[in-house]
């Protein structure tokens, strides 16, 4: 049987949380404000043990275990430690030491990007061949009249008073979906704090 | 009778041949007796014999024994006369050979030895016993209660008066003498008197009280027949006869002294009747095993040979261990019929199921593997397989056999290699030259938008509303993936407020936002020397936490972020030093490429704000989810992508590096819609559907 210390605890702290964002003059904002300092303070600890689990319990046992691809492993493990110890000497604001995420990392995210832009590129050639239906024709139309839109090739129109119309309508179509997903996201989420508080749902293995 | 050539007896299958010749003669002769009633039989010897042979009995029999035969012979001796006359009677009508077993020419002759038994010679061992009995007779007794006119077969041989069989007493013997005398083994075959009256009365029913101690309690009198002692029918002997015989078996079945047990088994013996079927006198009739009699006399019994009865030994009574009822495992019952779905009572052995796992409590399953012992923290719940060590060991295992194993699949061609990969090469190179080219080649034109969008000019608007005291703070929540579009929407921003010469404070919710900001920032920097110094130009480093993180800013930004990335202490030198809370900044500006992002920090930190103006620089991919928060007020503006890039700068009158790059960008998305529509004609036009597809239609 799960212990029920938990739940509790996750319980009040959440009905403090709550109850001093809905009531702001009442004194519980002495109890929330370092409540959430001390999260604050978890989740940069989580983050740092979550590197070196990564580091140490991953990889290091990949290169142990000689495992698939472990000079791969062996590689993150010798870039990780240099890094670290770069930013220890030199510090996070030294030019140099700050080429690390700009002249690697920063290249590199850019890079996977544009595959994604070629590879997004390339399957709108065979975008009906794939969906050969009503919404695969209604994607397709949309797909390039927002194209044309936002090209700026068609900024001509906005000189054509009814033409301008038509074009303003048109942009507010993505507003209103946008709308219903957001609504929809919030309620999911609404739901799922609650779930949480209420300890339905016990992502923290409670 | 047996054959005068034969060489063993027909009945005792004795030897014949070894007789000597006065021994032949001799037997002869008492047999010739019994046949011819003849006179005194030859042989001087044998009434020597049966008195020297008396002798040694004489000797030999204890004296109680002696009395008993006293005993008998007085009985019989009465009853002889009796039957004398029916004795003839019945001679006549019987056959010769039956004549031999005569008991009255017995009595005349005495010397004569019954054929069944051995020969009288006194050398014949066969016949030595014959004569023993003989002498045994010693003195004649009258019992006119047991006197038969038939000679059993096996009797003795008697006296000239009597029949040994008949000589027997039928009186009980003194059965305390008895039980003096007689060993202890013995005495338990002693007969009570209250037992022989039965015999006595010439009951057909043999009664041995020696015997009857060994019975059954169930056996009825009538049971308890012998079936050696069968009587004839009444109807073949005379009444009197048939009594006499009876009485006479009686008695000597009846040892009421020790001593005539010995003889009893000669009474045992059937008498023969010429009228009936020899074989069936003979032969010994089946005998009912319900009529068997039990060789031991319960009541007589030994303490430790009778059998133990529960009912009236108590203590001796052992509980009956009961057995274990059966129990199946829970499996075998719900699908066994006769157990109708009752599950049994479970059994107590730990080894028959186990106590953890989702089998627990179940009979009949193998013990699981406890993983409890491999996880020893609390479980976190991701996307990621997570496997124990055993488990991949196991995997590895499978993995090796199934790799030794031959697949039907290996012998099929592989598919032919398909073509696509040309379509790509072409398609990339189509981009890249529409990026390339207007940038190599300046004088390809693009199309500015003449109309500027409402939220860019809101941002202007407000950006220019900033007073130049106040410090802005902005949120660099964003990554290199999408930093170049970023990089080319923020700058027109920045590089307004560098000219207002407002403060700027940047912050990251991630790693990197900040050191990428800082990065883009240094071209304007060399534009603006002032901001070169930390009093314009404030990094603030990392915020930890996310969402949650956010909430603390805007709570207490002080003690939220009090130190810099310098460690240096951030709100004491101006001046920033005017800032306590997080409204105290001009506006707030957050650059990110994720509308999520966003989100968290108008839900977060907008409430806390107040009238402080909030303003987003995001990617114009996420733009139509930032746009309801922009109609609804909570943000002041927003710059998204490259054209709002464009329409800032022509706000500013600053071109820069959108306005630069807009023609590429014009060029490169012509180029995408032209591929997308060329490519949904061709299919529109060659349709062909996939065979997977098609067997789903049809399906």
Same mark, same amino acid.
């Given at each position: 049987?799960?212990?029920?210390?938990?739940?509790?605890?996750?319980?009040?702290?959440?009905?403090?949380?709550?109850?001093?964002?809905?009531?702001?003059?009442?004194?519980?904002?002495?109890?929330?404000?370092?409540?959430?300092?001390?999260?604050?303070?978890?989740?940069?600890?989580?983050?740092?043990?979550?590197?070196?689990?990564?580091?140490?319990?991953?990889?290091?046992?990949?290169?142990?275990?000689?495992?698939?691809?472990?000079?791969?492993?062996?590689?993150?493990?010798?870039?990780?430690?240099?890094?670290?110890?770069?930013?220890?000497?030199?510090?996070?604001?030294?030019?140099?030491?700050?080429?690390?995420?700009?002249?690697?990392?920063?290249?590199?995210?850019?890079?996977l990007m544009a595959v994604l832009a070629i590879t997004l590129?390339?399957?709108?050639?065979?975008?009906?061949?794939?969906?050969?239906?009503?919404?695969?024709?209604?994607?397709?139309?949309?797909?390039?009249?927002?194209?044309?839109?936002?090209?700026?090739?068609?900024?001509?129109?906005?000189?054509?008073?009814s033409l301008q119309e038509v074009v303003s309508s048109i942009?507010?179509?993505?507003?209103?979906?946008?709308?219903?997903?957001?609504?929809?996201?919030?309620?999911?989420?609404?739901?799922?704090?609650?779930?949480?508080?209420?300890?339905?749902?016990?992502?923290?293995?409670? | 009778?047996?054959?005068?050539?034969?060489?063993?007896?027909?009945?005792?299958?004795?030897?014949?041949?070894?007789?000597?010749?006065?021994?032949?003669?001799?037997?002869?002769?008492?047999?010739?007796?019994?046949?011819?009633?003849?006179?005194?039989?030859?042989?001087?010897?044998?009434?020597?014999?049966?008195?020297?042979?008396?002798?040694?009995?004489?000797?030999?029999?204890?004296?109680?024994?002696?009395?008993?035969?006293?005993?008998?012979?007085?009985?019989?001796?009465?009853?002889?006369?009796?039957?004398?006359?029916?004795?003839?009677?019945?001679?006549?009508?019987?056959?010769?050979?039956?004549?031999?077993?005569?008991?009255?020419?017995?009595?005349?002759?005495?010397?004569?030895?019954?054929?069944?038994?051995?020969?009288?010679?006194?050398?014949?061992?066969?016949?030595?016993?014959?004569?023993?009995?003989?002498?045994?007779?010693?003195?004649?007794?009258?019992?006119?209660?047991?006197?038969?006119?038939?000679?059993?077969?096996?009797?003795?041989?008697?006296?000239?008066?009597?029949?040994?069989?008949?000589?027997?007493?039928?009186?009980?013997?003194?059965?305390?003498?008895?039980?003096?005398?007689?060993?202890?083994?013995?005495?338990?075959?002693?007969?009570?008197?209250?037992?022989?009256?039965?015999?006595?009365?010439?009951?057909?029913?043999?009664?041995?009280?020696?015997?009857?101690?060994?019975?059954?309690?169930?056996?009825?009198?009538?049971?308890?027949?012998? %079936?050696?002692?069968?009587?004839?029918?009444?109807?073949?002997?005379?009444?009197?006869?048939?009594?006499?015989?009876?009485?006479?078996?009686?008695?000597?079945?009846?040892? %009421?002294?020790?001593?005539?047990?010995?003889?009893?088994?000669?009474?045992?013996?059937?008498?023969?009747?010429?009228?009936?079927?020899?074989?069936?006198?003979?032969?010994?009739?089946?005998?009912?095993?319900?009529?068997?009699?039990?060789?031991?006399?319960?009541?007589?019994?030994?303490?430790?040979?009778?059998?133990?009865?529960?009912?009236?030994?108590?203590?001796?009574?052992?509980?009956?261990?009961?057995?274990?009822?059966?129990?199946?495992?829970?499996?075998?019952?719900?699908?066994?019929?006769?157990?109708?779905?009752?599950?049994?009572?479970?059994?107590? %052995?730990?080894?028959?199921?186990?106590?953890?796992?989702?089998?627990?409590?179940?009979?009949?399953?193998?013990?699981?593997?406890?993983?409890?012992?491999?996880?020893?923290?609390?479980?976190?719940?991701?996307?990621?397989?997570?496997?124990?060590?055993?488990?991949?060991?196991?995997?590895?295992?499978?993995?090796?056999?199934?790799?030794?194993?031959?697949?039907?699949?290996?012998?099929?061609?592989?598919?032919?290699?398909?073509?696509?990969?040309?379509?790509?090469?072409?398609?990339?190179?189509?981009?890249?030259?529409?990026?390339?080219?207007?940038?190599?080649?300046?004088?390809?034109?693009?199309?500015?938008?003449?109309?500027?969008?409402?939220?860019?000019?809101?941002?202007?608007?407000?950006?220019?509303?900033?007073?130049?005291?106040?410090?802005?703070?902005?949120?660099?929540?964003?990554?290199?993936?999408?930093?170049?579009?970023?990089?080319?929407?923020?700058?027109?921003?920045?590089?307004?407020?560098?000219?207002?010469?407002?403060?700027?404070?940047?912050?990251?919710?991630?790693?990197?936002?900040?050191?990428?900001?800082?990065?883009?920032?240094?071209?304007?920097?060399?534009?603006?020397?002032?901001?070169?110094?930390?009093?314009?130009?404030?990094?603030?480093?990392?915020?930890?936490?996310?969402?949650?993180?956010?909430?603390?800013?805007?709570?207490?930004?002080?003690?939220?972020?009090?130190?810099?990335?310098?460690?240096?202490?951030?709100?004491? %030198?101006?001046?920033?030093?005017?800032?306590?809370?997080?409204?105290?900044?001009?506006?707030?500006?957050?650059?990110?490429?994720?509308?999520?992002?966003?989100?968290?920090?108008?839900?977060?930190?907008?409430?806390?704000?107040?009238?402080?103006?909030?303003?987003?620089?995001?990617?114009?991919?996420?733009?139509?989810?930032?746009?309801?928060?922009?109609?609804?007020?909570?943000?002041?503006?927003?710059?998204?992508?490259?054209?709002?890039?464009?329409?800032?700068?022509?706000?500013?009158?600053?071109?820069?590096?959108?306005?630069?790059?807009?023609?590429?960008?014009?060029?490169?998305?012509?180029?995408?819609?032209?591929?997308?529509?060329?490519?949904?004609?061709?299919?529109?036009?060659?349709?062909?559907?996939?065979?997977?597809?098609?067997?789903?239609?049809?399906?």
């Open positions: 049987m799960r212990s029920p210390l938990i739940p509790i605890i996750s319980f009040i702290v959440g009905a403090i949380i709550l109850a001093g964002y809905f009531f702001p003059g009442s004194g519980l904002a002495a109890i929330r404000t370092p409540m959430l300092d001390w999260a604050v303070t978890l989740s940069g600890v989580a983050g740092l043990i979550a590197i070196i689990n990564l580091v140490f319990g991953v990889h290091w046992r990949r290169l142990r275990d000689s495992s698939k691809d472990y000079l791969f492993s062996g590689l993150v493990i010798f870039a990780f430690l240099a890094t670290f110890a770069l930013g220890i000497f030199l510090g996070p604001t030294n030019p140099d030491y700050q080429k690390v995420v700009t002249a690697i990392q920063m290249p590199i995210e850019a890079s590129a390339f399957s709108s050639l065979r975008l009906l061949q794939r969906q050969h239906n009503w919404m695969g024709l209604f994607f397709f139309i949309s797909v390039i009249v927002y194209l044309l839109l936002n090209s700026g090739i068609l900024s001509f129109m906005a000189n054509i008073p942009s507010l179509v993505p507003i209103a979906g946008a709308r219903g997903i957001l609504i929809g996201v919030a309620l999911g989420s609404l739901l799922t704090g609650i779930r949480i508080w209420l300890g339905s749902d016990r992502p923290y293995n409670g | 009778m047996n054959d005068a050539n034969a060489k063993r007896c027909w009945y005792c299958q004795a030897d014949l041949t070894r007789q000597d010749a006065p021994a032949e003669n001799d037997s002869q002769d008492w047999l010739n007796n019994l046949r011819d009633n003849s006179p005194a039989p030859q042989g001087d010897d044998q009434p020597e014999e049966p008195a020297n042979s008396s002798e040694s009995p004489n000797e030999e029999v204890p004296a109680w024994l002696a009395r008993i035969r006293t005993r008998e012979q007085s009985e019989r001796a009465a009853s002889e006369d009796a039957l004398s006359a029916s004795s003839e009677e019945l001679s006549s009508e019987i056959p010769d050979w039956l004549n031999e077993f005569n008991p009255d020419q017995e009595k005349e002759k005495p010397n004569e030895i019954l054929p069944a038994s051995a020969s009288a010679q006194p050398e014949n061992e066969d016949d030595d016993w014959l004569k023993k009995l003989e002498s045994w007779q010693s003195e004649p007794t009258s019992s006119p209660e047991k006197t038969s006119t038939d000679v059993t077969v096996g009797s003795r041989e008697k006296p000239a008066e009597k029949n040994p069989i008949e000589d027997e007493a039928v009186t009980p013997p003194d059965s305390a003498l008895i039980k003096d005398s007689a060993p202890e083994w013995l005495q338990a075959f002693v007969q009570e008197p209250k037992s022989t009256p039965a015999a006595q009365q010439g009951n057909l029913s043999v009664q041995q009280p020696s015997t009857s101690a060994f019975l059954p309690a169930e056996r009825t009198p009538k049971n308890e027949e012998d %079936s050696l002692l069968r009587d004839s029918e009444p109807g073949q002997i005379s009444p009197t006869a048939e009594s006499i015989e009876s009485s006479e078996l009686d008695t000597a079945l009846a040892p %009421s002294q020790p001593g005539e047990e010995n003889e009893t088994w000669l009474s045992s013996y059937k008498k023969i009747h010429p009228d009936k079927d020899i074989k069936e006198q003979v032969i010994p009739a089946p005998v009912d095993q319900d009529q068997t009699k039990a060789p031991f006399n319960e009541n007589s019994l030994m303490d430790w040979m009778k059998p133990i009865d529960p009912v009236t030994n108590p203590s001796q009574k052992e509980p009956v261990p009961q057995l274990e009822p059966a129990a199946l495992p829970a499996w075998l019952q719900a699908l066994s019929l006769k157990h109708n779905g009752k599950a049994s009572a479970p059994s107590h %052995s730990s080894s028959d199921f186990s106590d953890f796992g989702p089998l627990a409590g179940i009979e009949g399953t193998l013990p699981g593997e406890e993983l409890n012992q491999f996880y020893k923290r609390p479980q976190t719940f991701s996307g990621l397989l997570k496997t124990t060590e055993s488990q991949q060991v196991r995997s590895k295992l499978l993995k090796n056999i199934a790799d030794q194993t031959h697949w039907e699949d290996e012998n099929l061609e592989e598919k032919p290699h398909s073509h696509i990969w040309i379509f790509r090469l072409i398609v990339t190179v189509l981009m890249l030259a529409a990026v390339f080219i207007p940038l190599l080649f300046t004088q390809i034109s693009s199309i500015a938008p003449s109309l500027y969008p409402d939220e860019v000019v809101q941002t202007f608007n407000t950006v220019n509303a900033l007073s130049g005291g106040k410090p802005v703070l902005i949120a660099a929540d964003f990554d290199g993936s999408l930093f170049g579009e970023l990089n080319w929407s923020y700058q027109p921003l920045l590089a307004h407020l560098m000219e207002r010469n407002i403060p700027i404070a940047f912050l990251s919710t991630n790693s990197e936002g900040t050191t990428l900001l800082n990065q883009s920032a240094s071209t304007l920097i060399k534009q603006y020397p002032a901001y070169a110094s930390s009093d314009k130009w404030m990094n603030l480093g990392y915020l930890a936490g996310g969402s949650i993180g956010l909430q603390g800013l805007a709570q207490n930004i002080q003690t939220t972020m009090p130190l810099n990335s310098a460690l240096q202490s951030a709100w004491l %030198s101006k001046p920033f030093d005017t800032v306590k809370r997080i409204s105290d900044f001009g506006a707030l500006i957050v650059i990110t490429e994720n509308a999520d992002t966003g989100k968290y920090w108008i839900e977060q930190v907008k409430p806390s704000l107040g009238t402080t103006p909030m303003l987003v620089v995001i990617s114009a991919q996420s733009a139509p989810l930032l746009q309801p928060y922009y109609a609804s007020g909570q943000i002041s503006g927003y710059l998204s992508g490259l054209n709002s890039a464009v329409a800032y700068e022509a706000l500013t009158k600053t071109p820069q590096n959108a306005t630069a790059h807009l023609s590429s960008f014009q060029i490169t998305m012509v180029l995408a819609i032209m591929l997308v529509l060329i490519g949904g004609i061709v299919s529109l036009i060659f349709y062909h559907p996939q065979p997977g597809k098609k067997k789903r239609v049809n399906s």
